[in-house]
């Protein structure tokens, strides 16, 4: 009985693999997440080592306040998941999280308390893995008059911010440089292989909204013409306009958005 109980697992094991591995390869093995739960990261080097729940840093919010270089240039936060190593010392020196979250610029570890009152703790708002935590920011509510889109957050961005429903800081006093105006080019076509899917059409004035030069030039792109050859399985693996496509902006499911061919 003990034998057969035994075999019958082992084979639900190896069919439960097989079926990952098989997925995996078509890519879509990982369930679409939610729109509250898009472009979330879990960060935990060091919080589950250390007794603390892991941190569940949130991009919708952060991004309807700052654009993306104020983070991913000026404060040097890694485009990778756990890429950064923050600690919480660095974050108690002013360093990433802690750029902002002092205080002032947002809440802090602890709250200051009034004479007699006990200082409110506020570090399960970010140590909120698995724990029920009392949010300020409850992304349906938070979000409910944005413009809609189908994937990702659900969220139009671009027209958020060209209707002014969100207006973005792209400033840290003391921390951010001073943003030259630099010439840049306008919009790229590229043409797919496959000739019977539409043009795409990248616009830097769309993205510049958002993101540094220095974002993706030299790392993702470089910026001689005709020296990035990549492919849209690249993009779907998070290369190159997957880098953000997919994780943090738009998701690669909307094919529609980059394949537009213009209406002449
Ligand atoms: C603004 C967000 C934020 C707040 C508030 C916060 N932390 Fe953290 N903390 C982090 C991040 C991010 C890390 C790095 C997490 C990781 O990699 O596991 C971290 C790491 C830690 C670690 C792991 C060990 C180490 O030294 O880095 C401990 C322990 C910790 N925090 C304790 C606390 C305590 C206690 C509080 C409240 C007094 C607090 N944190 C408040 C963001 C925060
Ligand atoms: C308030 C700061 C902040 C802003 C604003 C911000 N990010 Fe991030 N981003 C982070 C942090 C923190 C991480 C996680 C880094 C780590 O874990 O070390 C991250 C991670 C990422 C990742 C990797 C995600 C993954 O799953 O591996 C991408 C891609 C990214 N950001 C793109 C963007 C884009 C595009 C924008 C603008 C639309 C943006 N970010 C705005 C702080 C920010
Ligand atoms: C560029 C500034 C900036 C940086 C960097 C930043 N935050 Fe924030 N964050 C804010 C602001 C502003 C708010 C809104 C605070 C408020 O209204 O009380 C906020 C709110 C939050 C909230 C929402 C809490 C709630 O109760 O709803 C979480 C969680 C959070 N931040 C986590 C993080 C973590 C983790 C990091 C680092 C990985 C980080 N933030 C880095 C500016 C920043
Ligand atoms: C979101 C990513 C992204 C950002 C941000 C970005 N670029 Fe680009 N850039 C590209 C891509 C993609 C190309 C097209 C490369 C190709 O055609 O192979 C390009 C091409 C270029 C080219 C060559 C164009 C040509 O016609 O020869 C220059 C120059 C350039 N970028 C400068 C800039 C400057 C300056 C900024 C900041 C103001 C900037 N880029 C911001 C992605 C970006
Ligand atoms: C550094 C991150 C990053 C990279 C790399 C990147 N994008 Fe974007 N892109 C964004 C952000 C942020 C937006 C604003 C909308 C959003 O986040 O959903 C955007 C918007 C767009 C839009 C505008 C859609 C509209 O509604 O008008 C198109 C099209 C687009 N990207 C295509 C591309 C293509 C094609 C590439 C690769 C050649 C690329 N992007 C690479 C970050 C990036
Ligand atoms: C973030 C922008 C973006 C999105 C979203 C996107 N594509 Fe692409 N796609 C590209 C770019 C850029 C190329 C051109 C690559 C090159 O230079 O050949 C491309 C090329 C292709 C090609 C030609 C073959 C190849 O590998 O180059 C096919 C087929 C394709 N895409 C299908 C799709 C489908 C289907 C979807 C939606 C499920 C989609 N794409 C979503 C940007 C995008």
Redesign the pocket.
Known sequence: MKKIMFITTALLCIMVFMTMAFADQLGFRKRRPAYHEYANVVINNFSAKNKIAPVVYNHWLH?SKYT?RVC?LDLKFA?KGGGTGITEESNNKGLYCGACHNGKEAFGPEEKAESGEKARKNCDRCHSYGENVDFKYRFYRYTKDYPR?RF?NGI????AEKSNLIQLKDHLEGISSKRETIKKPGE?T?KPKEPEMPD????HD??A???GCD??HPA??SEKKGE?KFTMEE?FAGK??G???GK???STLDCQ??H?KRML
Do not use: P
Request: hydrophobic residues 40%.
């Open positions: 991004r993306c991913h485009m889109a990702g139009d961005w671009l027209e790229e590229f795409i059409i990248f616009s769309k993205h909204v958002w993101s974002q993706c993702i792109f990035n993009i190159y306009c880098t953000c496509h943090v902006s738009f958005k980059c537009v």
